[in-house]
Nanobody, 124 residues
Framework: QVQLVESGGGLVQAGDSLRLSCAASGRTFSSYAMGWFRQAPGKEREFVAGINWSSRFTYYTDSVKGRFTISKDNAKYTVYLQMGSLKPEDTAVYYC?????????????????WGQGTQVTVSS
């Protein structure tokens, strides 16, 4: 069992930066691929970024490439999402998810554990 707790969300202006954190507890964090997903009001949950279990590969949805960076600190049992050049369309609840020995790609069905989400609001 893995518990995930996101933090770092908030209200920012367009162009600002924000770093989300997801703290994990439970089983061996280093064996888990981690993903960030988001869900805006009235929209389906979408994949934002992922990192495979070995941290060798990262993946991003096209709309955030060059602006967001995912990283994983196994010693701290934490995954981060560094977000830059934020846009109003980035406004959503952001969720982290864990997938044992996973690839870190965008299929939400691959992920076994989910956090409760953190709200990010970007004003124009």
């Amino acid at each position: 069992q893995v518990q995930l707790v996101e933090s770092g969300g908030g209200l920012v202006q367009a162009g600002d930066s924000l770093r989300l954190s997801c703290a994990a507890s439970g089983r061996t964090f280093s064996s888990y691929a981690m993903g960030w997903f988001r869900q805006a009001p009235g929209k389906e949950r979408e994949f934002v970024a992922g990192i495979n279990w070995s941290s060798r590969f990262t993946y991003y949805t096209d709309s955030v490439k060059g602006r967001f960076t995912i990283s994983k600190d196994n010693a701290k049992y934490t995954v981060y999402l560094q977000m830059g050049s934020l846009k109003p369309e980035d406004t959503a609840v952001y969720y982290c998810a864990a997938d044992y020995l996973g690839s870190g790609t965008g299929n939400p069905d691959d992920y076994d554990y989910w956090g409760q989400g953190t709200q990010v609001t970007v004003s124009s």
